[in-house]
């Protein structure tokens, strides 16, 4: 069974610095993706950042510069290094893995942290 646990949250002021991290277990097929998203109150989830296995990293516009995604060694675990935190980045934070199964991806998320940037 995919479990994916993700650790890092928290309340910051703005500015700050937070890094979030996602360890994936029980996967035995290949990783296709690995990101972040994010949904505030009364908001569509949104995506964060994204890295596939060849390590191509996406961006949203409005982190980019700001947020850096990895995943060290090409290993089941990602992070997101969020720097210069806005109040517009409280959100919760959600990993997703896709998991390359035959010929679909199948996403996986994990459960939510809330991050919260004080103004």
């Known amino acids: 069974q995919v479990q994916l646990v993700e650790s890092g949250g928290g309340l910051v002021q703005a500015g700050g610095s937070l890094r979030l991290s996602c360890a994936a277990s029980g996967i035995i097929f290949s990783i296709a993706n690995m990101g972040w998203y994010r949904q505030a109150p009364g908001k569509q989830r949104e995506l964060v950042a994204s890295?596939?296995?060849?390590?191509?990293?996406n961006y949203a516009d409005s982190v980019k510069g700001r947020f850096t995604i990895s995943r060290p060694n090409a290993k089941n675990t990602v992070y997101l290094q969020m720097n210069s935190l806005k109040s517009e980045d409280t959100a919760v934070y959600y990993c997703?893995?896709?998991?390359?199964?035959?010929?679909?991806?199948?996403?996986?998320w994990g459960q939510g942290t809330q991050v919260t940037v004080s103004s």
């Open positions: 890295i596939t296995s060849s390590g191509r990293t």
């Open positions: 997703n893995v896709g998991v390359l199964i035959i010929a679909t991806i199948q996403n996986y």
